[in-house]
């Protein structure tokens, strides 16, 4: 038996962060700035598109992952697999895991290439995929997996919520195939769709759809749209039970999780989680002061973080949990 270990972490942002302040003036807009600093718990963001930086989701995955992979001590051809994971790509096709394996690995090797997309749940999908494929293949050793984010791309001019809340960047982390007896190791997953409300938030244009044309650009029915209000306690009704199987599930009481990552988009209600599972808040790992919401890359940045503070120890039990609109739940329980 064999199975995946986490051996190196990276992130990116782009350029200098921009305060709340400056995000006003910058981008044109106004917002209750103590609702988003102190329930949010969002401060500061990178954004490249305000910044004048020329990068986009490609530019910044693969910076985070040549960081992981440098971590993890490896070689650019060492990795078996690249797997992207967002709802941001560089392209609608090919996948934006194609570029960065060629980037990376500089032309055709032998190695797996996908993305995977299921809003910001998409990390922790790919990281329980990619810890499965390690364990049952063989011939797999190495697997870089990265959440990536670039929702500005998507912001309309005047989009008071867009332009506060979200932020641009990239986590990655390098997975290895080691021994079943190896104490760390990842331990078990748990996903869980609700496809009906698929009609809430998105980007709706540019796909078979609704592709974009004049008509559409006029519109103004473009980039990223909020169709439906979100019920405010939806993740804390989500992620309490997912949390709670999972640990079941993998047989680890959630009394010894030392770790705990969820979706960066909402200090107040990773707060409430932490209480309702009846764990100290301080085992929350937040990014959401510095970076904003990164959606698919927020988990893989929030943990790569809390690894190099020193808050998360080698054998420590460590659950991720995200949602992503759609709807898409999904949490990962692993030792690191």
Request: hydrophobic letters at 45%; aromatic letters at 8%; a negative charge.
């Amino acid at each position: 038996m064999a199975k995946a270990k986490i051996i190196g972490t990276g992130a990116y942002a782009p350029g200098k962060s921009i305060s709340n302040e400056e995000i006003k003036t910058l981008a044109g807009i106004d917002f209750d700035e103590v609702k988003l600093s102190e329930g949010r718990g969002i401060r500061n963001r990178h954004l490249a598109r305000l910044r004048c930086i020329d990068e986009s989701a490609a530019d910044f995955a693969e910076k985070a992952a040549r960081a992981a992979m440098a971590d993890a001590g490896i070689g650019s051809m060492d990795p078996s697999l690249f797997i992207v994971a967002t709802d941001t790509p560089e392209f609608i096709s090919p996948a934006t895991s194609m570029v960065i394996q060629g980037r990376i690995q500089g032309g055709q090797a032998d190695c797996g290439v996908f993305d995977v997309n299921a809003s910001c749940a998409g990390f922790v999908t790919a990281l329980d995929a990619a810890a499965k494929m390690l364990a049952c293949e063989p011939d797999y050793r190495y697997a870089v997996v990265v959440g990536v984010y670039n929702m500005a791309a998507h912001l309309r001019p005047g989009d008071a919520f867009g332009w506060a809340v979200f932020g641009d960047g990239a986590g990655a982390i390098v997975l290895e195939r080691v021994p079943d007896d190896d104490p760390s190791g990842y331990v078990a997953g748990r996903l869980l769709a609700d496809g009906t409300q698929w009609d809430y938030i998105g980007v709706y244009a540019g796909g078979a759809r609704r592709p974009i044309t004049h008509e559409v650009l006029e519109s103004g029915e473009y980039g990223l749209e909020l169709l439906q209000i979100m019920p405010g306690d939806r993740n804390i009704r989500l992620w309490v039970p997912m949390v709670r199987a999972l640990c079941v599930k993998g047989g680890i009481p959630i009394e010894r999780v030392e770790q705990f990552v969820f979706t960066q988009i909402n200090k107040s209600v990773i707060l409430d989680v932490m209480a309702e599972l009846g764990r100290p808040a301080s085992l929350a790992a937040m990014s959401m002061d510095r970076y904003g919401y990164t959606g698919s890359a927020c988990v893989p940045m929030a943990f790569h973080e809390a690894v190099k503070r020193g808050d998360v120890r080698r054998g420590a039990p460590v659950v991720f949990c995200a949602s992503g609109a759609g709807l898409a739940v999904g949490a990962n329980l692993f030792i690191y």
